[in-house]
């Protein structure tokens, strides 16, 4: 205890300087078991250079998803790269309490974090409590806008997932030459079921009777669904089998299955989260035909640089199409001009509030 | 030595202790291999914790107390009972929406809730039992099965029942009245959270479980069985009906493991409720030798273990999921260990036995002489 001590006191006395010019930080990036740690002697001998620490706490999955876990981290890494802050992530493991997750955050406070981002839902309750205890330090929590999380020091960063979802769900109709397409969602919850919502009403609004086949890799609280390729590829080669030519994934790490599937059968995949294209294995990025960005990214380096600013990120932001926040990927050009202008058509008139995307099927 | 119950208190703690350096080597090793430092990984899993730390600790392992009562109930029997997991979890969704309903003040509310899930674990349990009893399926396979269908349904009936709050993406059971939610108590100083209030619930059901199963005729009958099945046929146990209480008993208890949680904590049931919590209790049963004192202790050392290891990403940039690979190493050592002591006390009480005998028939072979 005696490193976070010294580290939050060496941040204190520079945050009364008011700091915000720096090059270089001793920082940390904890990935998946390997090797980097936080250097007792670093710490202490060289002092921070930014007022701003930032800790990013997963939920089950961490770094390596190439999907909604790895948007967040980039939009860390992005900031840290440009701001200089110092950063560092904590990941869930499985089958843990609410108080493993009150506790992660408030490890986070000890070690002198001033800016914590709790990604996923499940944080709701911890972040809003542990927010509450700790006023001076700033919190943000990603997909959760509920009276649960909501607080003075507390950024509630949402998405209109269904908007996205509908452009590639009409860019699956358009594309689709069986009229057959199937969606693989990665656990039966709520924020997956909006994916679901928006894909099927982009789809039927190109193709009314576009048959749509979907399913879900797990019931909840078995939140295995996100991380589990052999689950997907088995969903997704069923479809295929069954005569989908298109399937679109918001399974998270289970996707890689999806595209494998995708790829043994021919067929075209969709990716969700990330621009998969770029960020899937590079054997299979050709079968992915667009992807439904989520800009988790986006989200969280916007609400970092406000931190370095010293601007209160306070309350619910939400990104929709309207601000960019959600859309769909080009990369590898696999879709015609046509269907980009019929999207970008669909997108103008979601924009506009001619089309209103439900999110609940 | 010499003296048995000085011998056998010792074994039983020897055992356990030996493990744990086992665990300390070995997984120093995975560390050295992977090139991860040792140093602060030890430093953080064996830092004192914090008083809200030890507060997470107790109320970790009142849970897995439970979870591993329930467990050892079977293990007593020779019955596996590896669907606690499931148990519970039935156990819990009925417990929520039936004290989500309020139709029952404040205590009420609370105990009517407990009976309902342990009816609830015991129901769930008693499939197992009777497909054990009457057609003489391996209860290993039936509530492995069994807890694959209890996520499906259980879920699929969330799915039925649930309640959203605006603006959130988790669902759960509708939230228990304010006067049915247990505050806890401020046990452990210095602390900002409290420990669970159902600690009693851990102590009564460890009380009740040394109790029934040492004192009682039913606990006779229930460890004869577990010994030796022929025997206790032979002593008119009737094996069928042993076999169905002890998996209804043991589904009961399962029940109750997520009550704490339930009423300390949560508040409802839903996406974010504990799970995995059933497999827990097998490790701990059997690192605690199914005995009520030894599965306290070894239901601390894991919650010990589970909260320390929170931190190991933040303080020492290792995976938490390291505590697994500790967890495990114990296991392991520890069930060879019981093992190794086992034939050791059967050698030491061999040893013993024949030189009292040898004694025996000096003595007296001189009386002989003297006579």
């Known amino acids: 205890m005696k490193v976070a001590v010294a580290v939050s006191a060496s941040t204190l006395a ?9 090059k270089e930080t001793s920082t940390t990036t904890a990935g998946s078991g390997t090797t980097s740690s936080t250097s007792a002697s670093s710490s202490t001998s060289e002092a921070p250079k930014s007022d701003v620490k930032v800790g990013l706490a997963f939920d089950v999955g961490g770094r390596g998803d190439q999907s909604f876990n790895d948007a967040a981290a980039a939009g860390m890494d992005k900031a840290k790269a440009e701001f200089g802050i110092e950063t560092t992530d904590a990941t869930a493991v499985n089958g843990e309490n609410e108080a493993a997750r009150e506790e992660r955050l408030n490890q986070l406070v000890d070690a002198g974090y001033t800016n914590i981002i709790a990604v996923g839902f499940a944080y709701a309750a911890s972040v809003g409590k542990v927010a509450k205890e700790n006023p001076d330090v700033h919190f ?75 399913t879900y890799l797990t019931q909840p609280p078995d939140f295995s669904g996100f991380g589990d390729p052999a689950k997907g590829k088995t969903a997704a080669e069923g479809m295929y089998q069954g005569g989908a030519d298109i399937v ?100 103008a008139k979601i924009v506009s509030g001619e089309i209103k995307v439900p999110d609940t099927k | 030595m010499s003296n048995p119950l000085v011998r056998k208190l010792m074994l039983s703690l020897g055992a356990p202790i030996l493990a744990l350096f086992v665990a300390f080597a070995l997984t120093s090793l995975v560390l050295m291999a992977l090139g991860d430092p040792v140093r602060d990984v030890w430093i953080t899993m064996l830092s004192t914790p914090k008083p809200r730390m030890i507060t997470n600790v107790v109320n970790g392992a009142i849970v897995l107390y439970l979870s591993a009562i329930a467990v050892a109930v079977g293990f007593k029997m020779n019955l596996f009972n590896i669907g606690v997991d499931g148990q519970y979890r039935v156990g819990s969704f009925a417990a929520a929406v039936f004290a989500g309903q309020a139709w029952l003040p404040g205590i009420l509310n609370i105990l009517v809730a407990i009976i309902v899930a342990m009816v609830a674990g015991g129901l769930w349990a008693s499939i197992a039992a009777y497909l054990k009893v009457q057609r003489g399926v391996s209860e290993v396979i039936s509530t492995i099965m069994l807890n694959a269908i209890a996520t499906g349904l259980v879920s699929w009936l969330l799915l039925k029942v649930a309640v959203r709050t605006a603006g959130s993406n988790a669902i759960g059971t509708k939230v228990i009245p304010e006067s049915s939610q247990l505050e806890g108590w401020k046990l452990i100083p210095g602390a900002s959270n409290r420990v669970y209030s159902l600690l009693i619930l851990a102590v009564i059901v460890g009380f009740l479980y040394w109790f029934v199963l040492s004192k009682t005729r039913f606990g006779f009958d229930l460890r004869a069985t577990g010994s030796s099945e022929t025997a206790a046929v032979a002593s008119g146990v009737k094996v069928k009906r042993m076999v169905m209480t002890s998996m209804i008993l043991s589904g009961a208890l399962a029940g109750l493991v997520g009550m704490p949680l339930l009423f300390g904590q949560d508040h409802s049931y839903g996406t974010t409720f504990q799970a995995g919590l059933g497999f827990a209790g097998i490790g701990i049963a059997l690192l605690g030798r199914n005995h009520p004192v030894g599965i306290a202790f070894a239901a601390l050392l894991w919650s010990y273990l589970d909260t320390q290891a929170n931190g190991l990403q933040i303080r020492a940039g290792v995976a938490p999921e390291l505590v697994y690979i500790i967890q495990g190493i114990i296991l392991f050592a520890v069930v060879i260990a019981y093992e190794g002591t086992r034939r050791l006390d059967i050698r030491l009480e061999q040893q013993r036995v024949a030189r009292e005998l040898a004694a025996q028939r000096t003595a007296r072979q001189t009386e002989g002489a003297v006579a």
């Open chain 1, 14 to 22: 520079l945050a009364a300087c008011g700091s915000g010019t720096s």
């Open chain 1, 248 to 347: 679109y994934h918001a399974a998270g790490g289970s996707g890689a299955g999806v595209f494998t599937a995708a790829k043994a059968a021919k067929g075209w995949a969709i990716g969700v989260d990330s621009d998969q294209a770029k960020t899937a294995e590079e054997g299979v990025r050709d079968v992915i035909l667009t992807s439904m960005l989520k800009k988790v990214d986006v989200a969280v380096y916007d609400y970092l640089a406000k931190a370095v600013k010293g601007e209160n990120a306070a309350g619910n932001v939400i990104y929709d199409l309207k601000v960019d926040g959600v859309g769909y990927s080009t990369t590898g050009d696999k879709m015609s001009a046509d269907v980009i202008a019929k999207l970008e058509d669909y997108k």
């Open chain 1, 140 to 214: 943000a929590i990603i997909d959760d806008a509920s009276d649960a999380s909501k607080g003075d020091n507390v950024a509630q960063l949402t998405f209109a997932e269904q908007e996205g979802s509908f452009l590639v769900g009409a860019a699956a109709a358009l594309t689709s030459k069986t009229g057959h397409i199937g969606f693989v969602g990665g656990v039966n919850v709520p924020l997956i079921v909006k994916f679901e919502a928006g894909y099927d009403a982009g789809a039927k609004a190109v193709n009314p009777d576009i048959k749509i086949d979907s």
